[in-house]
């Protein structure tokens, strides 16, 4: 069965900090998608990343960056140098490549709160 | 470039009514997933609609239901309010190129109230 585990419910840090949030997840499929979301206070889900089990290399985007570990199934994601802005839910997703149905299994999600 | 749109924002039923919930997929993406997001835990999968039938279902009863239009719009049907039912119904729409692995991007979500 495939699951998603994100361990901190809750991170605060205060600005210009850096913070990483965990994911592990668990899939007996060799092909796979792992996905961080955003969600902010109004609710929208925000897309951030893709990464396919394939490509194990690690991205930078601004002050994102990931680390996808196949060995340990992780897919961490770390923001340096904080800003207030970034405080929101952050949501780690995984869909198999067996799946035809799109079926996203989220975990639970990571509150992140920065302080001025 | 039109994002997924969904109406209403708010919705306030009661126990046993029957609720429709409203979805516009983003330009250029035929294909729409709808969650339910109770309150501090992950969205989970209701269903998603390709080409308008149903492509796959989650653990949701039957009294959950849907359609999706020629335009590919979606409504998700809720028939016998329970209140556990209270929640946060986000719809998110993909350009189906391939199974199941295409990014899905979601709209703003409408939060429904079961008293």
């Known amino acids: 069965a495939q699951k998603v585990t994100q361990a901190q419910t809750e991170i605060s840090v205060v600005e210009k900090e850096d913070v990483t949030l965990d994911c592990v997840y668990e899939t007996r499929d060799t092909t796979y998608y792992l996905f961080w979301y955003k969600q902010p206070p109004s609710g929208e889900l925000v897309f951030l990343i893709r990464?396919?089990?394939?490509?194990?290399q690690n991205e930078i985007s601004g002050r994102y960056s990931w680390n996808f570990q196949k060995s340990t199934s992780s897919f961490n994601f770390t923001i340096t140098a904080s800003q207030v802005v970034d405080s929101a839910v952050y949501f780690c997703a995984l869909i198999d490549g067996s799946s035809n149905t799109g079926k996203l299994i989220f975990g639970q999600g990571t509150t992140l709160q920065v302080k001025p | 470039e039109t994002g997924v749109t969904q109406s209403p924002t708010h919705l306030i039923k009661t126990r046993g009514q029957q609720v429709t919930l409203r979805c516009s997929s983003q330009?250029?993406?035929?294909?729409v997933s709808w969650y339910q997001q109770a309150l501090g835990q992950g969205p989970q999968f209701i269903f998603q609609y390709y080409r308008e039938e149903e492509n796959g279902r989650g653990n949701f009863p039957p009294r959950f239901s849907g359609l999706q239009f020629p335009n590919y719009s979606s409504e998700l049907n809720v028939n016998a309010l329970e209140l556990d039912d209270s929640a946060l119904y986000l719809c998110a729409s993909s350009p189906k190129d391939r199974a199941g692995a295409d990014t899905q991007y979601f709209g703003p979500g409408t939060r429904l109230t079961v008293l």
């Open positions: 990464r396919n089990s394939f490509d194990e």
């Open positions: 330009s250029g993406h035929n294909t």
